[in-house]
Every structure is written in structure tokens, then in C-alpha cells.
């Protein structure tokens, strides 16, 4: 005989409390029987220790109450706040979020996001490494799926809160080219451009307008990984004397270079970053850069996936800016 508890079922239930199996699970849902009926059955089903089968639940009602949540890399610091977030407002509408780490590989992404749709989520919230994979057009048939900060152009998304990357990426460096900077290093977390995220495009195009000698170069999200990028950049004969970083956690790694090397920053080395997080204003100096509306981008996407479930409403797109965010680590090149 196993060892393992027996699974409470319905008929358990409705043995105890004598009505039939359909009439405990209008019950257990609050549908068509008296309050004082069900009251009695959701006590039973406390004292027996009953538990709601969530595939059983998905095929009843086509709904499980999970919604997937995919980050490109849970070592940044700005996508472990979004998806604490996203889990806190899901949780306030009555959903659970299973959230997941593609760690920048599009084929680890494809397969996260096969395997969330094989537990039937009601809906999957992406941050994608990949945009433009067509995996993404199989997933969007299968579920309902939003994007934040990347449009995602193969795919019939129910929703997309896309970042004005244009604006913000001309902002920084109109700051380092009034303040001096003509060489000046990119680190970006891929080599992906799309249409709502043209950081990479962009860059190019706005240096040329401001005659910045301007390079990108691709690194991960972790400080060890974008120190050595840095190291590597500053270590070299045309050095140069300021850091675009399109994370905030990739420009901790150039401030870590920077001391490794007997650097300061801003005298040697001037720093911008692009998510503003709390930690950012705790350096010494503490990190320009830009944000954006965090709390905006929460709701947004939220309230547009939730009602992209209960309508079936799709194509809904939010564009949001960017604001400076003020520091001291920019400086007249030395």
C-alpha cells in the first residue's frame, strides 16, 4: 500500500455531506445552491484538507488563475523589481504568477515558454531576448500574450507596453556630448534591434548627428560580466572617456572596472545608466541616467492583459518616456 495520503476528491465530499458531486462543486464555486449550503460544503472540504486540481479547474473552466512571467534576466536589477511587481498586482486581481529566467538565450526563451503553455497559463507577460523569434507567433495562437519594452512583430499580441527608447537613448547622449565626451562605449545586454527598441539604431544615428566616435558593445546583465567588458575597453589605446550603459546593473560593472583599474569616476571615466534603481543612488557617485514610469508600466500591462482574458480584446500598445534621472557620475572628459 503507497505510503502517500490519499488524494480528497468531490465524492469525498459529497459522501460526507450527502449531495451529489455536482451539486459540492456549485458549491465550492459559489453557484447555484444556498449560502448556508455552501458554507457547510467548504467547511467539510477545510476539515478534509480538499484541494482544487488545477488541471481539473483549467478544463472545467478553460482557466487555471496562473499567468507566466518571463524575464531575459533575473541577475538585473531593474527586471527582479518588474517581476516582484507584476507577482504583487497579479496576486491583488486574484491570479498567481509563475515566473521564469530565459537568461538572454532564445532558445532557452522558446522552450520556457512552450513549457508555460503546456501548463495551461491563462496569459504570458514577456520581457523577450528575442523579439523577433517565431516562436513567439506559435505562443500568441495558444495563449494570450503581452510584451513590455519590446514590440513583438511576429505575433498577435494582446497587449504591448513599448518603451520610447529613441527619445531616452538622444537624451544621454546629448548630455555626454554637451558635457564634453566625443569616444564613447554602448554596453547593451544584445545585438537585437526591433522596432520599438531601436537603442542600437538609434545610437548610431544620434552620434553621427553629434560626431560622437561611438562603439557597442554587447555583455551580459551581471557586474562581473560587463567589468570585463569594461576593463577591457579601458585598457585599450583609444579608451573611452564615458559609458552608455543600457542597464543600470551593467554600469555597476564599470564602476567596479573603474576601481580595479585606480580609476574615479567621473574625473577618469563618466557613467550614464537607464533604469534609475534605488541601489544606482547609493554609489559613490551616485548613477545618472534616465527612468521610467514604473508604476505606469505595471498597471498598464496588468490591466490590458486581464482585460485582453475577460474580452479577447488584442493589438492594445502603450508607449512610455523616459525621464532624467540626476547623479553626479558625468564629468568633463579629463
Known sequence: MSDRAKRVTLKDIADEVGLSVAAVSYAL?????PEETQERVRGVAERLGYQVDPI????????????????RSLTDLWQQGVAAALGRALLAEGRQSLIVDSSNDPLLEESLAGQLVDQRVDAIIVLPSDPS???????ARRTVLSSIGDAIPG????????????SAVRGALQILSDTGHRRIAVLTPGEVDTPDRPAEVVARRI?????????????????DGAKTVAVELMSGDMAPTAFFCLSDSMAYG????????????PRDISVLGSDDNQVSAL????????????????????????????????????????????????????
Open 29 to 33: 464555486r459559489g453557484l447555484q445552491v
Open 56 to 71: 481539473a479547474r483549467a478544463l472545467a473552466s478553460g482557466r487555471t488563475g496562473h499567468i507566466g512571467v518571463m524575464c
Open 133 to 139: 523569434a517565431e516562436h513567439w507567433a506559435k505562443v
Open 155 to 166: 505575433a498577435e499580441t494582446a497587449a504591448e507596453v513599448v518603451f520610447d527608447n529613441s
Open 207 to 223: 552620434a553621427d548627428e553629434l560626431d560622437l566616435d561611438l562603439t557597442l558593445h554587447s555583455t551580459s546583465h551581471e557586474l
Open 254 to 265: 564599470v564602476y567596479a572596472a573603474a576601481r580595479s583599474l585606480g580609476l574615479e569616476v
Open 283 to 334: 554609489l559613490t557617485p551616485p548613477l545618472a541616467g534616465y527612468r521610467w514610469p514604473f508604476d505606469d508600466l505595471i498597471s498598464s500591462v496588468v490591466d490590458l492583459t486581464l482585460r485582453a482574458l475577460e474580452s479577447g480584446e488584442r493589438g492594445s500598445k502603450r508607449v512610455l518616456r523616459a525621464t532624467p534621472a540626476p547623479g553626479g557620475s558625468v564629468a568633463p572628459p579629463r
